[in-house]
């Protein structure tokens, strides 16, 4: 078996031409005169053998030091994937350059780590790595995956069909799930309404379709005192044996206070003239406007008998006014969905306790965000003039007893805070 000798040995024996620096070291003497009569060959060897013990030390001591940074900088990095959440998993990379990019980052790393360890780093799955590896053979950067892999996806010429549709004037007033079987009628693209959809969500295609006619107002009516506007409406409700309940209630609109309300088993369009009467006790020199709708409830010959007497002025909704009775029908909301449905709903007395326990949460202990902390009994009543101001008071109290209370909270190694002189 043939032996190998270092280059700087034999770079000995021709440097000084004496063979028993070989012959001591157990060499042949037969090698050590082909050195020194054979034609040099060019050695190559690393930087550090030829360095002493200091600088080796030194040496070690710098990669010690640069290795326990980049130690530090990937457990923080590795933190802040964990507790981001971040998964390859499920982020899109359509581009192409972008996948091949860190295709070439785990290449260089494999030699290094493990494939399973790198992509368990990346939270990339193994199916989707070889999947990334076959799409770099086609070339193709204007499709999610590769065309071969995926036969089924759209071409890019039945995507350019769909954008055209869907962004063009000529089908804006057409819904989307139409379009695409409108496409199909065409013989243009026959993809179903959800790939519609997901292609418009995901490019952001925006449809020719903004409104130029002036939209509703927002604001409804509103009064300037109390007893000035009074909205009536009916609500019905089901029970849990399917039977029906009739909730009756009037409304005021400055203050939206519930004035009266009647709960009944059976349809009776007389309750509203009755609930009218109610409201109306204890007014003096006062008008109303009633603000209904069209129903049976509200247009009938016990209604008309009040509005006769000059006890209020009734006004219907979208007929004889521009403006609707939606306030009252607001409320209607909220009492069924924050209270009503988290309840039992099944007799009718059950509910006449529910509704007469919100009623009265409502009139006199829940404050409403239009009145600054008031509540509809203290609008209505004119006896909480006074919250407001208060409220103001007792907010910037708390924002200075709060930066006092964090002030001196603060670390003692943190900086004194310097209260600059006014």
């Known amino acids: 078996m043939q032996r190998k000798y270092d280059h700087r040995l034999r770079d000995l024996i021709r440097s ?107 939270r990339l799955s193994h199916s989707r790595y070889h999947a990334w590896k076959q799409e770099g053979e086609c070339g193709l950067d ?41 496409a199909q009628r065409l013989r243009k693209v026959f993809a179903s309404p959800t790939t519609w959809y997901r292609l418009v969500r995901r490019f952001r295609w925006r449809r020719p379709r903004k409104r130029v006619h002036p939209s509703q107002p927002k604001v409804g009516i509103r009064a300037f005192r109390p007893n000035e506007i009074w909205h009536v409406d009916t609500t019905l409700l089901r029970l849990l044996d399917g039977s029906r309940a009739y909730l009756h209630a009037v409304i005021d609109n400055f203050s939206r206070r519930i004035l009266a309300w009647k709960v009944l088993a059976t349809f009776d369009p007389s309750t509203t003239a009755q609930l009218l009467l109610n409201a109306s006790t204890g007014l003096v020199d006062q008008k109303p406007t009633l603000l209904a709708d069209g129903g049976v409830e509200n247009v009938n010959g016990a209604v008309d008998k009040l509005v006769q007497s000059g006890l209020l002025r009734r006004l219907l909704a979208q007929t004889e006014i521009s403006y609707s009775n939606s306030l009252i029908e607001s409320w209607w909301r909220i009492l069924k969905h924050q209270w009503l449905f988290l309840n039992t709903l099944d007799t009718v007395g059950t509910l006449t306790t529910l509704i007469a326990f919100y009623v009265n949460e409502h009139n006199t202990r829940l404050p409403h965000s239009a009145f600054r902390g008031q509540t509809p009994d203290e609008m209505y009543l004119a006896t909480g003039t006074h919250i407001p101001g208060e409220l103001e008071a007792a907010r910037k109290a708390a924002r200075r007893a709060r930066m006092d209370a964090n002030r001196k909270r603060s670390c003692p190694k943190c900086e004194p805070l310097v209260q600059l002189s006014p």
Not at 50 to 73: F, H, S, Y
Not at 172 to 177: A, E, L, N, S
């Open 16 to 122: 000084t031409g004496d063979i028993n620096h070989a012959t001591e070291r157990g060499i042949p003497r037969s090698t050590a005169r082909g050195w020194l009569t054979g034609t040099p060959r060019e050695g190559v060897s690393v930087d550090e053998v030829g360095l002493d013990v200091v600088k080796l030390q030194q040496e070690v001591l710098a990669l010690r030091r640069r290795l326990e940074r980049l130690i530090a900088l990937l457990r923080i990095v590795i933190l802040l994937w964990k507790f981001s959440g971040f998964s390859l998993t499920s982020l899109r990379i359509p581009d192409r350059a972008r996948k091949l990019t860190l295709l070439r980052a785990i290449d260089r790393s494999h030699s290094v780590l493990p494939l399973r360890v790198l992509l368990r780093v990346l």
């Open 142 to 182: 204007d499709v999610p995956s590769c065309p071969r892999s995926s036969p089924q996806q759209l071409t890019p010429v039945e995507m350019s069909a769909i954008q055209e549709m869907v962004t063009s004037d000529e089908y804006r007033h057409v819904p989307t799930g139409t379009l695409a079987r409108l």
